[in-house]
């Protein structure tokens, strides 16, 4: 079973920097063809594509948000990490961690969601 | 705005067919494969459309996808209660450095 569980802080304060870690398990990220993303969903809007991190370790970022993300990964561990820097309140938003297939081309099994606020 | 445009909302009634829309560019959708993504209330995205027309293991039958141009579609027959959810699609898109675009998400109400 594959399974992906996001954590970091819920509350975070203005032009902070955002860490948030992917764990998961059930599947082996150095296995061609895989990939893990971020994807973020703010209050009653639509989702936004954050991040990609394939297994031979390419990456790629939203062009609007490209100068403040960075994308880590650990396989030793099985987690994959996003970095935010320069918080502002529209950050506010669930994000998603999510498998990526590259024979689907598209996001096959996603985490629960973390919630993160900004505020001061 | 989101790159790819949905309409905002769509209904039917329990047993009917409805199709949402989304539309796109020759950068995204005209050279790109898309994928459909379910979201239930409170939960999160579900791989429903892969692949302009291919379904996952477990999605009913009843969902079928389809690309033409720069225009995709999702249909949906013999509309279910349970079938209530926001939809969205999405593509890679090539203008700039290759990235992910989603629509902006069709609500779907099961009258």
């Known amino acids: 079973q594959i399974t992906l569980k996001e954590s970091g802080p819920t509350l975070e304060k203005p032009t902070q920097t955002l860490t948030l870690t992917c764990s998961f398990s059930g599947f082996s990220f150095t296995s061609s063809g895989m990939g893990v993303g971020w994807i973020r969903q703010p209050p009653g809007k639509a989702l936004e594509w954050l991040a990609l991190i394939y297994w031979d370790d390419d990456k790629r970022y939203s062009p609007s948000l490209k100068t403040r993300l960075t994308i880590t990964r650990d396989t030793s561990k099985n987690q994959v990490v996003l970095t935010m820097t320069n918080l502002d309140l529209v950050d506010t938003a669930t994000y998603y961690c999510?498998?990526?297939?590259?024979?689907?081309?598209?996001?096959?099994?996603w985490g629960q969601g973390t919630t993160v606020t900004v505020s001061s | 705005q989101s790159v790819l445009t949905q309409p905002p909302s769509a209904s039917g009634t329990p047993g009917q067919s409805i199709t949402i829309s989304c539309s796109g560019s020759s950068s995204n959708i005209g050279v790109n494969t898309v994928n459909w993504y379910q979201q239930l209330p409170g939960t999160a995205p579900k791989l429903l459309i892969y692949s302009n027309n291919r379904r996952p293991s477990g999605v009913p039958a009843r969902f079928s996808g389809s690309k033409s141009d720069t225009s995709a579609s999702l249909a949906i027959s013999g509309l279910q209660s349970e079938d209530e959810a926001d939809y969205y699609c999405?593509?890679?898109?090539?203008?700039?450095?290759?990235?992910?675009?989603f629509g902006g998400g069709t609500k779907l109400t099961v009258l």
């Open positions: 999405a593509a890679w898109d090539d203008s700039l450095s290759a990235h992910v675009v």
């Open positions: 999510a498998k990526y297939s590259t024979g689907q081309h598209g996001f096959d099994v």
